[in-house]
C-alpha cells in the first residue's frame, strides 16, 4: 500500500511543483516553528538535490558540519520512495553508524514530530549483526555464562516450543544484547561457517524473520555501505539459485559519508579462503558413504590445506596498528599452494562421480561444490601474478588468505551507476582541492552533479583547538594528560584513538584512575553506549570507528581528544595504494589523514549553541610539513 505524499498535488501540478513548494514551507514556516534553526546552506542544498532527483542522476553533495545534510536528504528520499512507491536507501558508513539514524534523538524522530509523520523506516543489518540458534545452543551447554543462559531463556515462545509464529516477533537483533562484549557477540552470532540454507531453525531465524520484515519497507531502509555492496554483488546470483536479492527493488540511494564508499565496494568484491571452512566442509563430506579414492582424496586435501596455512603463516608479517599480515610469496608457500589447488581440483571431479551414485544429498553436494569452487577460484588468483591486494589474517585461531581487487570502477560503473536513478553522496569530506574528478573516478561515474556549502559556524567563537607535544617513547606522559583533561572539563569527552591498541593501552592505564563513567567501545553493543554517553552528562567515550556519523549537541560532548595523527596503517591495502602512487605520502597517506582528522574535529560542534575544545595529539619529532598541513585544514587557529 502506497504512502500518501506528505503535501497535496492538484491536477496541474508534478510531483515536483508540489515537492519544490513543500521543501520551502518545511524550512522557511514549519522547522523554524518547531524549534529548528533556519540555515541558509541547509536550504541552498535542498534545492541543489531537487535537480538530481528530477534528472535521476548522480551527485556529490559536499556539506560542511552543521549544514544539516541528513534532513535535508531524510526529506527528499522519504516523498521520493511515496511518489514512486519503491523504499529508498540509507546506506551508512558502516553498521556502527545506521542506529545513529534511527535513535530517540535522531533526525528522523525529529522529522516525524515537527512534520506530524509517520515515517515506514526499517534497517537491514549484515548477517553477523545476527544471533544464531545452532552457536546459541552450544555455547549454553559448554560454557557456564549467565548471559547466554538469560538470552536462550528470554527466546520467543515459537522457537522454543516448535509452534507457528502468529505475527512478525523481531529478535536477535545485535541490539537486544547491548549488556555483551563484542567478543562474548562473536561466540553466538552468525559466521561462515553456518550452513544457512540447509539448518532447521531457518525459518525461525532472526535473520530470516528480520529479512522479510525489511524487504516490505515502505518509506526507508536503512544499512551500511558494505551491506549495500553485498546486495550489488550478490543479486544475480541469488536469483539464480531461487533466493531474493538482499534488498528490495529501490527508488534511490543515499552513501551517507559518500567518501567511504570505494573502500566497501573493494571488500564486498574480496575472495576470503579460510582454513576452518574447508576443513569443516571436507570432514562433513567423510560422514558420508563416499568412495574409498574420494576419501583418500579429501584426506590429501586436508593435510594441503593444513601445510598451506602454515607456510602462509610463516610467510606473512605483522603491521602495528592493523590485522592485515604483509605476504612474501615464497617459493614453499606457492609450491603448497598449487599442490592444494591441484587435490582441490581432483576431489571436484571425484565429486562429479559421487553425484551420479547418489551417495550424498543432493543440497548438501551443491553447498560443498559452490564453496569448493570459490576456494578453487581463489587458490588461483594467489598462485597466480594478480593485480589484486593479499594478505593474511589470524583472529581468535581463525587463519585466513584475503584477496582484494585494487580497481573496481568498471564494475562499479556496469553494476551500480548504469542504473538510471538518483545516487547522493552525503558528505563534508567529497572534493580534492575543489574538484570531485577524483571520487567520480575511482567509482566510475561517468556524468555527475555536484556542490559544495560551508559549515554555518563561528568556529572563533565556537571551538578551541589546542595541540600538545608528546616525547613518542613516553605513552604514559601522553596518557596522563588525557585524564587531566578529562578531570579537568569534568567527563563531556569523546576520545578517539587511531587504533585498537592505542584503545586497550588507554583502558589499561585508566582503571580506576577516574571517578566518572567512561566507555570503552567494544565492551557493550556501540549504539548503547553512545546512548550512555550522550545521556549521563558527566561520561566518557572511548573510540576506533566513531571519526565519523556521530552526532551529539549538547553539554555531552564539549571535547574531542584526538590521540594521534590518524595516518593509515602499513598494512597492505594501503601499500598497495602506495604504490600505485607516484609520491606515495603526499598522495595517500596524508590526504588520508587529512580528511580523517577533519572529520574527527566535526565530532564537537553539531549547533550554533555549542562550544568546545579539540585536543590534538603530536609528536615531538613531528615533519613540520605535515603540522603545517594540518594547521592548513583547522576550523580556527591554535590556541597556544
Avoid at 536528504?73 to 511518489?83: D, E, N, Q, V
Avoid at 539514524?101 to 514530530?113: R, S
Avoid at 532447521?200 to 535473520?207: D, I, L, S
Avoid at 556524468?447 to 567563537?461: H, K, N, R
Amino acid at each position: 500500500m502506497q504512502s500518501s505524499l506528505p503535501f497535496e498535488l492538484n491536477k496541474s501540478e508534478s510531483f515536483f511543483d508540489g515537492l519544490g513548494e513543500w521543501i520551502g514551507d518545511v524550512f522557511y514556516d514549519i522547522l523554524p516553528e518547531s524549534g529548528f534553526e533556519l540555515r541558509d546552506e541547509q536550504i541552498y542544498m535542498a534545492f541543489q538535490l531537487e535537480k538530481a532527483f528530477k534528472e535521476k542522476n548522480v551527485i556529490f553533495a559536499e556539506a560542511g558540519v552543521g549544514t544539516g545534510k541528513t534532513i535535508v536528504y531524510l526529506l527528499y528520499a522519504i516523498c521520493y520512495a511515496r511518489y514512486t512507491n519503491r523504499p529508498a536507501i540509507i546506506a551508512c558508513a558502516d553498521e556502527t553508524l545506521i542506529e545513529q539514524l534511527v535513535k530517540k534523538e535522531g533526525d528522523i524522530a525529529k522529522l516525524e514530530k515537527a512534520l506530524d509523520l509517520n515515517i515506514d523506516v526499517r534497517l537491514a543489518k549484515s548477517r553477523n549483526q545476527y544471533l544464531c540458534l545452532n552457536k546459541l545452543d552450544k555455547v549454553v551447554v559448554h560454557e557456564d555464562d549467565t548471559h547466554y543462559l538469560d538470552i536462550h531463556d528470554c527466546l520467543p515462545d515459537f522457537i522454543h516450543d516448535g509452534g507457528s509464529m502468529q505475527k512478525f516477533t523481531r529478535y536477535g537483533d545485535r541490539t537486544d544484547y547491548p549488556e555483551l562484549t563484542n567478543e562474548q557477540w562473536k561466540k553466538i552470532n552468525w559466521d561462515s561457517l553456518q550452513d544457512c540454507f540447509t539448518c532447521e531453525n531457518r525459518h525461525r531465524c532472526g535473520q530470516t524473520l528480520h529479512r522479510d520484515w525489511y524487504r516490505h519497507a515502505q518509506d526507508l531502509i536503512i544499512c551500511s555501505h558494505d551491506f549495500y555492496m553485498e546486495h550489488i554483488w550478490t543479486k544475480e546470483s541469488r536469483k539464480r539459485e531461487g533466493q531474493l536479492a538482499l534488498l528490495p527493488d529501490h527508488s534511490c540511494v543515499v552513501f551517507d559519508e559518500g567518501h567511504l564508499l570505494e573502500y566497501a565496494s573493494q571488500k564486498a568484491l574480496t575472495y576470503r579462503f579460510s582454513e576452518r571452512v574447508l576443513e569443516t566442509l571436507l570432514t562433513r563430506l567423510m560422514a558420508n558413504d563416499v568412495r574409498e579414492k574420494t576419501l583418500y582424496t579429501i584426506e590429501d586435501c586436508l593435510a594441503h590445506n593444513e601445510q598451506f596455512f602454515y607456510e602462509l603463516d610463516q610467510a606473512s608479517s605483522i603491521h602495528e596498528g592493523s590485522d592485515k599480515r604483509t605476504i612474501e610469496k615464497t617459493d614453499s608457500v606457492l609450491k603448497v599452494g598449487k599442490m592444494l589447488l591441484d587435490t582441490i581440483s581432483t576431489l571436484e571431479e571425484e565429486l562429479v562421480f559421487e553425484s551420479e551414485m547418489f551417495t550424498i544429498n543432493e543440497y548438501d553436494l551443491k553447498i560443498v561444490e559452490e564453496y569448493l569452487e570459490q576456494i578453487s577460484y581463489s587458490l588461483s588468483l594467489f598462485v597466480k601474478e594478480t593485480k589484486g591486494i593479499i594478505w593474511f589474517e589470524e583472529l581468535e585461531e581463525e587463519r585466513t588468505l584475503v584477496i582484494m581487487p585494487r580497481l573496481v570502477q568498471e564494475i562499479m560503473k556496469d553494476e551500480v551507476f548504469s542504473q538510471k536513478k538518483p545516487y547522493v553522496f552525503s558528505s563534508a569530506t567529497l572534493s580534492e582541492n575543489g574538484s570531485f574528478d577524483y571520487m567520480a573516478q575511482s567509482l566510475g561515474i561517468k556524468q555527475s552533479l555536484s556542490f559544495t556549502v560551508a559549515s554555518p559556524f563561528d568556529y572563533d567563537e565556537q571551538m578551541t583547538i589546542r595541540m600538545p607535544y608528546f616525547v613518542d617513547q613516553a605513552p604514559n606522559e601522553k596518557m596522563e594528560y588525557i585524564l587531566e583533561r578529562i578531570i579537568e572539563n569534568k567527563g563531556r569527552t569523546l576520545v578517539l584513538f587511531n587504533s585498537e591498541t592505542e584503545l586497550t593501552q588507554f583502558k589499561q592505564y585508566s582503571i580506576n584512575r577516574i571517578t566518572y563513567p567512561i566507555y570503552f567501545e567494544g565492551d557493550a553493543e556501540i549504539s548503547t553506549l553512545v546512548s550512555k554517553f550522550q545521556n549521563h552528562v558527566e561520561s566518557v567515550l572511548c573510540s576506533v570507528h566513531l571519526w565519523e556519523g556521530l552526532d551529539i549537541p549538547g553539554e555531552s560532548l564539549e571535547n574531542v581528544i584526538i590521540t594521534s595523527l590518524p595516518f593509515p596503517p602499513n598494512d597492505p591495502v594501503f601499500t598497495a595504494k602506495r604504490e600505485s602512487a607516484g609520491d606515495p605520502f603526499t598522495e595517500v597517506d596524508l590526504p588520508y589523514m587529512l580528511l580523517r582528522l577533519r572529520q574527527g574535529i566535526g565530532r564537537l560542534i553539531r549547533t550554533h549553541e555549542d562550544k568546545g575544545n579539540v585536543y590534538i595529539l603530536l609528536n615531538k619529532n613531528e615533519d613540520m610539513k605535515v603540522v603545517q598541513s594540518v594547521l592548513s585544514i583547522l576550523p580556527t587557529k591554535v590556541t597556544s
